[in-house]
């Protein structure tokens, strides 16, 4: 067993993180500089500070780390426990592109889980690790808040909506083969690299990213009229009492008329506004078995 084998294995002190060439230091602390000016405190400068090391390797190492505490007058332990706290920072050299595969519940039911599966497959790589060529980071991750696209996958925090495992195999070789790969929606894609340095605040130079970064999805705009009310209820999504998404009463009521107000016993949906206890608890002073006793 080496010296170093050695320390690792008894849990001693790694060796002082390496420095930035000079070259580099002198330009990250000017970008440190601007970042942290955008804060009364320095302190809340910290996540931006990781993303712009992480621009710079490509992941956060412990050079990056003791960076980031150089420059607030923190301790790299603090620094430490945030950088692995937040997934979006990496603790290890990763691909160019970070290709992450959705498998919480929805995206999982939809063909998520399957997709993973073929990736890894297909790439000869397992979870959080890259192919040979540097090129692609495969990760499963948790929900990106696109339930209405499922299945999702995500290369650097672009949106790839309604995936299968044929359309994932391809994306992931033109991505290695250095082909155009576009978003279903956002902005156009870059290296994880840039989305890093993006992230850390600064501009985004990319050709019309800014303006196809807003605004919602049309699945989600669907699904946010039909919840106010706004268009046609699909005729399946009917409540226990003939209501629908966005009526204000049941469909068996009159127009004008008083809404139905049910009777302390009448059983009650999950899409019943709650009663007061004493309507609800048979056990309540003032509930329904009181009523009886008068």
Known sequence: MTASNQEVSLGMPQLPAPAYPADVLARLEADAKEVIARYPGSRSALLPLLHLVQSEEGFVSRTGMAFCADQLGLTTAEVTAVATFYTMYRRRPSGDYQVGVCTNTLCAVMGGDAIFDR???????????????????????????????????????????????????RLVDDLIAGRTVEPTR??????????????????????GAVEASGGAGAASLVGLKLAKGEGPSPARVVGPRGETPGDAQPRDTEPGAAPHDPSPTEHLSSHDAPQKTSASDPEHPAGPAAEEGE
């Open 119 to 169: 990736l890894k497959d297909h790439l000869g790589v397992g979870n959080d690790e890259t192919t040979e060529d540097g090129k692609v980071t495969l990760e499963h991750i948790e929900c990106n808040a696109a339930c209405d696209f499922a299945p999702v996958v995500m290369v650097n925090w672009e949106f790839f909506d309604n995936q299968t495992p044929e359309s994932a195999t």
């Open 186 to 207: 956002g902005a156009p894609l870059c290296t994880y690299k840039e989305t890093a340095r993006i992230l850390a605040g600064f501009p985004d130079r990319r050709p």
